[in-house]
């Protein structure tokens, strides 16, 4: 059984910057693809970021490029990273976790990002 936890979330001002990991057990990832979604309040969730679990190219939504980066740990092997740099207000969200494997997509419970003005 896989399971996504992901922590790293706070309450940051514009501008400021955080980094959300995502760690991941149950089983080997090497053939998936791990990525990164936030909702907000009334909105449905969306796409943040996304790359292979073994490397190759990454891709971001259009509102985040150049601010956020998706990474591996290699040392780690199970943790995902989001960067996050130059912080909106319009980035406060619950920021999840996602793993594509074999067909199947699991998820994490998430975690709240808050960007003050």
């Known amino acids: 059984q896989v399971q996504l936890v992901e922590s790293g979330g706070g309450l940051v001002q514009a501008g400021g910057s955080l980094r959300l990991s995502c760690t991941a057990s149950g089983r080997s990832f090497s053939g998936g693809a791990v990525g990164w979604f936030r909702q907000s309040p009334g909105k449905e969730r969306e796409f943040v970021a996304s790359r292979r679990w073994t490397g190759g190219n990454t891709y971001y939504a259009d509102s985040v490029k150049g601010r956020f980066t998706i990474s591996r740990d290699v040392a780690k092997d199970t943790v995902v990273y989001l960067q996050m740099n130059s912080l909106k207000p319009e980035d406060t969200a619950v920021y999840f976790c996602?793993?594509?494997?074999?067909?199947?997509?699991?998820w994490g419970q998430g975690t709240q990002v808050t960007v003050s003005s």
């Open positions: 996602r793993l594509y494997l074999m067909g199947r997509a699991y």
